[in-house]
């Protein structure tokens, strides 16, 4: 284990390949990219309005939203960009463009709305990023079915609300739904808030289309389920663009639920909390949304946001105001703003030292610590459209929160949560505004390893990093758990060298408990190392499949591991 961890410290600070590219370096000689050759091709196969070389664009499609674009942008060639950016309207369009690839050995990064936090769509070897978000329709909806058929670049808040205008969901809501794309979605293996109530995207797919390496286009079979070899959707289902290009995807949906019901709990320690959580879905129950936080972001976030109480769902009644609990309500809370308040609350911190707490993360992490008279907060959300069967979900969960030393604090916190929801990920700039950085890490194993993930992933990430947690997307037989860390470094060489050191030591605890390495944001250029340790013999079985389907190696170069 040891030796992998080094190779990942080392790998995160100067990621080299096997072809001897320096990943996040500028372009070199080794890797020539597009010539002008094919880039003239590809403007003859396209159009020359849908193929753009101009500086300022190819910029804008170097990095993603991961930190390892943020602090590599910051310093003076940091990032290779692509040399071109091809804009598709059509099937089509995509099919030319990976024969011309193939033809020609220059790299296609497939994009969508470029919300990744893994660093899916740098690119490595420069060549073709290929703008999916022309390909936007929904195509078809089949009611009696509830299935639906849709494009892969259209967005996914505007999937959603043209399904809720037939009173459907796609029930898929990541916090990023409005910055990101359904072919995204299906190509890193996503989650939405809503999992454990409706699963993750492999769940949800029935069909895809895909666009292979050589140009050819492929259906896999559609059906509810079948006994025909193997599973040709979870292939390429979370493979990141690497086996080809993901055009359309047949989903499955849900009837718009007209009821919702919110219930929330403090609990004075983690394990009987999460005891409290394992035995409300091992009885059957099934909440839409299970959030538990861990005592410090209970302290920093979980009491932080917007009173409003929650809106109904469609065709709800409203329901009667509540007195408002002793609680600040969720997520509203920018990276500063949350240090403000620890500086109020921790001993002989003054009021506005945030700098100066996030430059020393590993004392801040033992103060912390010690601040007494912190639980743990439960927020729980049910939905459904049967009002007996809403309110049986809810007993089951309140009993096993009771029986657990849970202290009922009502549907407040978790309204305000829901309110709240989508805006914690839009507040992050101020760290990066003080020179640090802000990430997170989120992984899942069994309930039974649960408790040891979380000790052993926040003891290698504290020397490094402010670190907080929530569990969220609860299974029957395990759960994620979802760490947010900060640190402050002036130097942007240091701070990178503090951001690389925090993931190699975090994701070697997270291997050493056997461990997946990323629940839902998939793995990118980040987790490469990590997921080869993790799966060990089987990553030459995927190395394999790519070379089959990929032999001149063009599809998203240097993801999920691979060189």
Known sequence: MRRWHDAARRDHLSPVGETGHTVGSAATGDEPGLDPGSLALLREALGEDLVDAREVTREAYARDLSALGHLAFRRPGGLRLPDAVARLRDVAGVQAVLRLASARGFAVVPWGAGSGVCGGTLAVRGGVALDLKGLDRLL????????????????????????????????????????????????????????????????????????????????????????????????FTGSEGLLGVIVAATLRVHRLPPLRLFRSFEFPDLERALDAVREGLQRGARPAAVRLYDPLDTLLVARSGDPRPAPPPPDAEAPDDAPLAPWWPLSRVSPGGLLRALAARVPDVRHGAERALLARPELLNRLT???????????????????????????????????????????????????????????????????????????????????????????????????????????????????????LQGDPDDARARHAAAWADGLAAVVACGAAVSHHHGVGLLKGEALRASHGPLHELLARVKGTLDPRGIMNPGKLGLP
């Open 369 to 487: 610590a010690r601040i007494p008279g912190v639980g743990c907060l439960l927020v729980l959300t049910f939905e459904g459209h049967d009002q007996d069967l809403v309110g049986a979900e809810e007993a089951v969960f309140r009993r096993a929160c009771e029986a657990r030393g849970g202290e009922d604090r009502g549907p407040v916190p978790a309204e305000t949560w829901w309110n709240n929801r989508l805006a914690v990920s839009f507040k992050q700039s101020g760290v990066y505004a003080m020179g640090g950085f802000v990430d997170t890490m989120e992984v899942a194993t069994s309930w039974s390893r649960l408790l040891e993930l979380h000790e052993r992933v926040r003891a290698a990430l504290s020397p490094h990093a402010l670190v907080m947690a929530h569990f969220s997307h609860a299974y029957a037989d395990g759960c994620s758990i979802y760490f947010t860390f900060a640190a």
């Open 140 to 235: 078809e909806v089949d009611r009696t079915s509830l299935l639906v058929r849709v494009q892969a670049g259209m967005n996914g808040q505007l999937f959603e609300e043209a399904l809720q205008r037939e009173g459907l969901t796609a029930a898929h809501h990541p916090s990023s739904i409005t910055c990101s794309t359904v072919g995204g979605w299906v190509a890193a293996r996503g989650a939405g808030q809503l999992s454990t109530r409706y699963g993750k995207v492999e769940d949800m797919v029935v069909s895809l289309e895909v666009v292979l390496p050589d140009g050819t286009l492929v259906t896999t079979p559609a059906a509810p389920r079948a006994a025909t070899g193997p599973d040709w959707n979870q292939l």
